[in-house]
DNA sequence: GTTCCTGCAAAAGCTTTGCAGAAGA
DNA sequence: TCTTCTGCAAAGCTTTTGCAGGAAC
């Protein structure tokens, strides 16, 4: 998938956020990877690559890139914040077993939502929570 | 309100929580306080009622009843834990200007939700940000 | 009398900051 | 060349843990 870094690079440079190969390489790693990576993950996997790569410019990347609007970073977890390239409006889903993270489609509109009358909304986050069908099928 | 109180004593006992002075406090407190305060709020809070009451006990007790489903985090900011009393569905609007957290009710069962058949879902959290009222007539 | 809870001190874990050298434009 | 970025070390913050004394039942 070219076309897609070609899309991210061109969003870079629209921000005026410099292309250094470490930001290529997260941003990479972001699209090709949609499990909502860690830090630690995202650190883990690129290390092999980039020995010097260290934690900070991951973290200096990632607050860069939510600043900008293409990266969303997930409060779904009490500890560790995740990241997604997806930028749409979308749900996650946290598996209690696993732990792992499933995108869902949502339709916002359609929550009915009394008592926001002359609120201006900028974003919503909608985390679901439970077993996903995989663990569910393993009986234990 | 004295009956809320009775409520939550009530819930400790089904739940074999001791009833000790700060954990009542502390339930006090969130139930007289619809806030959504964090552990600072609440030590600060009780500080002056309780001047030996110390921040490991108020984690130990939200801990202790977040398991027993009386109270709720909420991880609607990125560094620090909120706690909300109720804890039947509903969502959560933060502001960006004045920080306030505003309940709103929702209706899930509307969101169209394609993609999770086969999810178990247990709990579902819903966060909006934006600007509230008070903040958009202060035209700053 | 048991069991559980409190609170101090210390540790753990995630994230940010300061800064000198390196890389991008 | 000028500005911005990287990465090391250190610090900052929230939260957890270990444990002795104290409170609840």
């Not at 699209?31 to 630690?40: A, G, K, L, S, Y």
């Not at 980039?50 to 997930?74: F, H, M, Q, R």
């Not at 946290?94 to 009358?117: G, R, S, T």
Request: net charge negative.
């Amino acid at each position: 998938m070219k076309s897609n870094l070609g899309v991210i690079t061109e969003k870079l440079k629209n921000n005026k956020i410099r292309l250094s190969h470490q930001r290529l390489k997260v941003l990479e790693y972001l699209d090709e990877n949609r499990i909502h990576p860690t830090v630690e993950q995202i650190y883990n996997a690129l290390h092999d690559e980039i020995p010097t790569l260290s934690k900070t410019t991951i973290y200096n990347t990632l607050n860069t890139l939510s600043e900008a609007g293409i990266v969303k970073s997930l409060n779904i977890e009490d500890n560790e914040a995740r990241y997604d390239i997806r930028t749409d409006e979308h749900g996650h889903f946290k598996c209690k077993k696993c732990e792992e993270i499933y995108d869902f489609e949502v339709d916002m509109d359609k929550v009915a939502v009394k008592d926001l009358e002359g609120f201006r909304i900028f974003s919503k986050d909608l985390y679901f929570f439970g077993i996903c069908p995989k663990c569910s099928n393993k009986n234990t």
